[in-house]
Nanobody, 126 residues
Framework: QVQLVESGGGLVQAGGSLRLSCAASGRTFSGSAMGWFRQAPGKEREFVAAISWNVISTDYADSVKGRFTISRDNAKNTVYLQMNILKPEDTAVYYC???????????????????WGQGTQVTVSS
């Protein structure tokens, strides 16, 4: 099994930047598609960004395109989410996610992730 631990959340003013990290351990990490989701109070968890196992493909929610960048370093078993030009509506708990399928499609995590981290709070003030 894959274990995921997020870090890097915090309080930031609108227009600022924040970088989230997700450290993975356990079963093979490099062969799994990875992604980020978020959940704001009173709302359902929503997709934010995803990246394929070979780093060739990425996908972003329309609300974060041009502002957020997902990346991964397989040698360090870590996935990152660089968040720029943050807005109050970005406030949420951010979760790292992974697919249990090895060397599959980026859609494996976009549509149905199998593993989740504990989440890290991101709060953006106006």
């Amino acid at each position: 099994q894959v274990q995921l631990v997020e870090s890097g959340g915090g309080l930031v003013q609108a227009g600022g930047s924040l970088r989230l990290s997700c450290a993975a351990s356990g079963r093979t990490f490099s062969g799994s598609a990875m992604g980020w989701f978020r959940q704001a109070p009173g709302k359902e968890r929503e997709f934010v960004a995803a990246i394929s196992w070979n780093v060739i493909s990425t996908d972003y929610a329309d609300s974060v395109k041009g502002r957020f960048t997902i990346s991964r370093d397989n040698a360090k078993n870590t996935v990152y989410l660089q968040m720029n030009i943050l807005k109050p509506e970005d406030t949420a708990v951010y979760y790292c996610a992974a697919s249990q399928r090895s060397y599959g499609s980026i859609l494996d995590v976009v549509r149905s992730p199998d593993y989740w981290g504990q989440g890290t709070q991101v709060t953006v003030s106006s």
